[in-house]
């Protein structure tokens, strides 16, 4: 197999040969037909996150077709067609995966950072963590629903159903998929660029947006909840000081640069401040029904898995209009 492997962070990628993996019990082997790349990869290779595995494979966006099982795997066939995301492994018996927030698990694995990941040819996955794809799905539009697809919806649920008046700060592969679901619900979306990103504001609008400006500008309309998808923790004051009383802010990203001090008046009149964190197997099977359903336009660059530092350079610049994707 080949893989574009981290040996330390803040160095490039480095392309390697390696014995094709065998899976272990519980496991499968995939052949990797695309894999997107996500701003939590880039903050894994610029070291911003705690220590995960190394030398390690990023990518936790990945489109693949099962090519081996390890022994005891019965859920999944040769030649199926899965896709496997950032949660890889949970405990199964700490008090989180007991009352179904399995996101949290004490002590749980991360595709891409804690086990290898689908910056390759080849994968290898627990089963039980594989989410089920339809045949009929193009495997490079596919990948970025992943993670930027279910943790914005995840984000969104979180938002609340009740939020009409939607705000996403940073415009990225998450945001461009997520107001498509937030308009497909009736919802009015303002979206929030690096200020003067002109062609972000203009594909936001092209998608829907009702107004799109930049993240110092306010909102033609005061917000019912805003997600924050930019790695910026100023964002967060503003955001509280465009949402109403009892509006909500929502923190969607890994990692974030500190939140400056604010006057306690922004988050006064029961606002509230949160974050969401990683997935549940059940928001990936919800999330990939309702993206089946509604067509989402997904918007791609594609780069040979070999040009993964590229892929990472554009995104780390700003210079992606949607989300890169990998192909072996
Ligand atoms: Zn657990
Ligand atoms: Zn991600």
Redesign the pocket.
């Known amino acids: 197999m080949r893989a574009m492997v981290l040996h330390q962070p803040g160095q490039p990628l480095r392309l390697e040969e390696r014995p094709d993996p065998v899976p272990g019990p519980g496991e499968v082997r995939l052949r990797v037909l695309a894999c997107a790349v996500c701003r939590t990869d880039l903050h894994v290779v610029d070291g911003e996150l705690p220590q995960g595995l190394l030398p390690v494979v990023p990518g936790h966006e990945i489109v693949g077709l099962v090519e081996a099982l390890g022994d005891g795997v019965t859920t999944l066939h040769i030649g199926q067609r899965v896709g496997v995301p950032w949660l890889a492994h ?9 009352d179904g927030h ?1 996101n ?5 694995l991360f595709t891409g950072y804690t086990r290898d990941g689908g910056f390759a040819s080849h994968v290898v996955a627990e089963a039980a963590f594989c989410l089920p794809l339809a045949g009929s799905h193009d495997a490079v539009h596919t990948a970025p629903l992943l993670c930027a697809g279910l943790i914005g919806w995840r984000a969104l649920r979180t938002a609340g159903e009740d939020a009409e008046h939607l705000g996403l700060y940073g415009f990225g592969a998450a945001a461009h998929l997520l107001i498509q679901v937030a308009r497909h619900q009736g919802r009015t979306v303002y979206a929030f660029t690096k200020p003067g990103d002109e062609q972000a504001q203009a594909f936001a609008r092209s998608l829907g947006a009702a107004w799109a400006g930049g993240s110092d500008d306010n909102p033609p309309h005061e917000l019912d909840a805003a997600i924050l998808f930019a790695p910026d923790g100023s964002l967060v004051p503003r955001a509280l000081a465009a949402v109403r009383k009892g509006g909500r802010v929502v923190c969607a990203g890994i990692h974030m640069s500190d939140i400056p001090s604010f006057p306690y008046q922004l988050l006064w009149e029961e606002r509230q401040l949160v974050s969401v964190a990683n997935l549940t197997r059940r928001d990936g099977a919800d999330f990939l029904m309702l993206a089946t359903g509604m067509r989402l336009q997904v918007e791609t660059r594609t780069y040979p898995l070999e040009q993964a530092n590229q892929a990472l350079d554009d995104l780390r610049s700003g210079h992606l209009q949607g989300a890169a994707v990998l192909q072996p």
């Open positions: 949970t405990c199964g018996h700490c008090r989180h995966c007991g399995e949290l698990c004490d002590a749980p």
